[in-house]
């Protein structure tokens, strides 16, 4: 009985933690960027019960043309964006349907390295009652022209 017990407690805790994901609602996967223009990239944050308070998102290009890119909890590259994160639900017409995001309006440098670029993402927050520390890291290829 005890070992179901502690086997239940873990499944709710890794379902909490599971469950503060956040993740790129945009750009979609191997979308074109020219070098020099301004692209938004959406972070979506799905509305939980658990309690959390948002630190931060850093946001980075990391060429990925002639090396395989090692992943965003690696190596991030080209900071684009290091600040607060606030996301919300809007109620802008055929928004009403996403979960809360926020939504940066970034720019690829112009001298950036033509080819596929790893757009990657840190998400600091602090998580339940206890307010432990959580890091997550997500990614998305983008082309670069």
């Given at each position: 009985?005890?070992?179901?017990?502690?086997?239940?407690?873990?499944?709710?805790?890794?379902?909490?933690v599971?469950?503060?994901?956040?993740?790129?609602?945009?750009?979609?996967?191997?979308?074109?960027?020219?070098?020099?223009?301004?692209?938004?990239?959406?972070?979506?944050?799905?509305?939980?019960?658990?309690?959390?308070?948002?630190?931060?998102?850093?946001?980075?290009?990391?060429?990925?043309?002639?090396?395989?890119?090692?992943?965003?909890?690696?190596?991030l590259?080209?900071?684009?964006?290091?600040?607060?994160?606030?996301?919300?639900?809007?109620?802008?017409?055929?928004?009403?349907?996403?979960?809360?995001?926020?939504?940066?309006?970034?720019?690829?440098?112009?001298?950036?390295?033509?080819?596929?670029?790893?757009?990657?993402?840190?998400?600091?927050?602090?998580?339940?009652?206890?307010?432990?520390?959580?890091?997550?890291?997500?990614?998305?290829?983008i082309?670069?022209?």
């Open positions: 009985m005890r070992f179901f017990s502690a086997l239940f407690s873990l499944a709710i805790a890794t379902t909490s599971v469950s503060q994901s956040a993740n790129l609602g945009a750009p979609a996967d191997m979308t074109q960027v020219a070098a020099g223009s301004d692209f938004t990239v959406m972070v979506d944050r799905p509305d939980t019960l658990t309690g959390s308070i948002e630190v931060a998102v850093v946001i980075a290009l990391l060429s990925c043309a002639s090396n395989p890119c090692p992943g965003p909890s690696a190596e590259g080209t900071v684009l964006y290091n600040g607060p994160f606030n996301p919300q639900f809007t109620t802008e017409p055929g928004t009403t349907n996403l979960p809360p995001h926020e939504n940066f309006t970034l720019t690829v440098p112009s001298s950036f390295t033509k080819g596929n670029a790893q757009l990657g993402v840190a998400h600091v927050y602090l998580l339940g009652a206890s307010v432990s520390p959580e890091l997550e890291t997500f990614n998305t290829t082309v670069v022209t």
